[in-house]
């Protein structure tokens, strides 16, 4: 009962962003890209990056197909999840799918559910949107994202090559 009840709390923290969110939004979005870096170095940012990330965060909240969700606690936003909707291959039977492109909370507020209850708002949107798969990258280097998404009930699709040149 008192899981349920700390769930319910939790979920009366997430929110849309927006437009007024941008700037923590991308210093949130800007901390999360610096915790993967030392996963692996494709994930360091450019240095000049700031003005892009405005940007692409301002397309995002304009697109009627992607939803930035945040976790607001008394106007501090340790997490944010970014989804979007995508359209299948036209050859394909399944038309549309969504995609969870990001997912994080910032560290020292890991370990409270907040990811659970980002990750719950989004898939109710998802669901409400009548899609009915979602796809998430997941950094092969990452086992604490591994086991989270595992949890969740995700499972193997693909497995993405790369080759450095």
Not at 19 to 47: K, N, Y
Not at 133 to 151: I, L, S, T
Request: proline share 5%.
């Amino acid at each position: 009962m008192a899981v349920e009840a700390k769930g319910r709390a939790l979920a009366k923290c997430v929110r849309p962003a927006q437009h007024q969110d941008l700037d923590r939004v991308a210093a949130l979005w800007t901390a999360i890209t610096h915790h993967h870096e030392s996963l692996d170095p494709l994930f360091t940012m450019r240095p000049d990056a700031g003005d892009t990330l405005r940007g692409l965060l301002t397309a995002m909240l304009r697109d009627p197909e992607t939803l930035i969700l945040l976790y607001d606690e008394n106007r501090d936003l340790p997490g944010l999840m970014i989804v979007r909707v995508d359209q299948s291959p036209p050859i394909l039977r399944e038309s549309e799918r969504a995609e969870i492109t990001d997912l994080g909370v910032r560290k020292s507020e890991r370990r409270r559910g907040i990811a659970g209850v980002l990750v719950d708002a989004g898939l109710e949107w998802v669901r409400a949107s009548g899609v009915e798969r979602v796809e998430v990258n997941v950094a092969h280097g990452n086992p604490e994202g591994q086991a989270f998404w595992r949890n969740r009930g995700f499972e193997d699709l693909m497995d993405v090559l790369h080759l450095r040149m």
